[in-house]
């Protein structure tokens, strides 16, 4: 098992703080696969999962979340609340990317990048149920200090949810593909 990187950390304690009402709460993930049996039969799927998820369980892999690169910040865009808030979250990364360091954001079927964006991710995963943000190696690692930087804009947010003001669509006129 390898060290999540501090950027991650940092992110993933920021938003705990920032928003425990959400994020110390757990959810059903109804997709996780839990394998097979002894018999080779598959067990039902499913799990109690955690809003903010990082992971370093194999430091080798290409994968940004087994090598502990990625966030995944579990807000479903069937929760219209919850899709509100993610949209704020989303806008504060991209505003503080260059403070940030990470290299990509997903959610709900878009992308912005080390190359670009808003645009149409088209990955298998449409991100429908969570953020997903991950760094690179070298800025993954060497990104620290920023959750000071960002913590003014993230507590705007949180007023602002708290009290039902991001309920209204026409704050959030994401890109139509």
Known sequence: MGAIAPAV??????LGQTFPEIFDKIFWDKYWDNGTDTRGKPK???????RLQASAKNPGSKDPHDNGLALDIFLFKTNWNEWALANELVNVFITNKSIMGWSSVIYDSVTTDDYGGPKLYTGADKHETHIHIEWPRSRGMTSRGFSYQIQDQLDMVAVSWRIGELINPSKHDRPVY
Do not use: D
């Open 44 to 50: 039902p799927k499913g799990k109690w999962a955690p």
């Open 9 to 14: 950390l940092e992110l993933q304690s920021t």
